[in-house]
């Protein structure tokens, strides 16, 4: 599958902000940061952050569907999703690097390591 098929994201109008959280030791949650996210895949995804992430941390990601649009439809069902409004699932930070034209902004890539049961 073409890397352009795999991946897709709200590059255009709007940003799609949500939240995370980094687990430390023992998967004690830190204070909750936010993203911008940048595309997505059923493997993981790529986002904009104000905060340097080291490789291999994982984090809590909370995905609210509502702000995706109709386009994630295939994407929620792989995640067997159809009827939940949000998605949590742990992932690990692949790289993480500044952008050379903003300070303060880091991009990151993520793998999803495993899915959050919702309560």
Avoid at 28 to 52: C, M
Avoid at 59 to 84: H, K, P, Q, V, Y
Avoid at 104 to 115: A, I, L, N, S
């Amino acid at each position: 599958m073409a890397e352009n098929e795999r991946r897709k994201g709200n590059r255009k109008a709007g940003q799609f902000v949500f939240h995370f959280k980094t687990l430390g030791e023992e998967g004690k949650k830190t204070v909750p940061l936010d993203g911008v996210l940048i595309d997505y895949s059923v493997a993981g995804i790529r986002f904009k952050t104000s905060e340097p992430l080291r490789k291999n941390t994982n984090l809590l990601i909370e995905l609210e569907f509502a702000n995706f649009g109709s386009e994630t439809m295939d994407w929620r069902t792989l995640w067997e999703e159809e009827d939940a409004s949000s998605l949590k699932v742990i992932g690990s930070v692949m790289w993480c690097q500044e952008n050379k034209r903003k300070s303060g902004e880091f991009e990151v890539g993520t793998r999803f390591v495993e899915k959050v049961m919702q309560i």
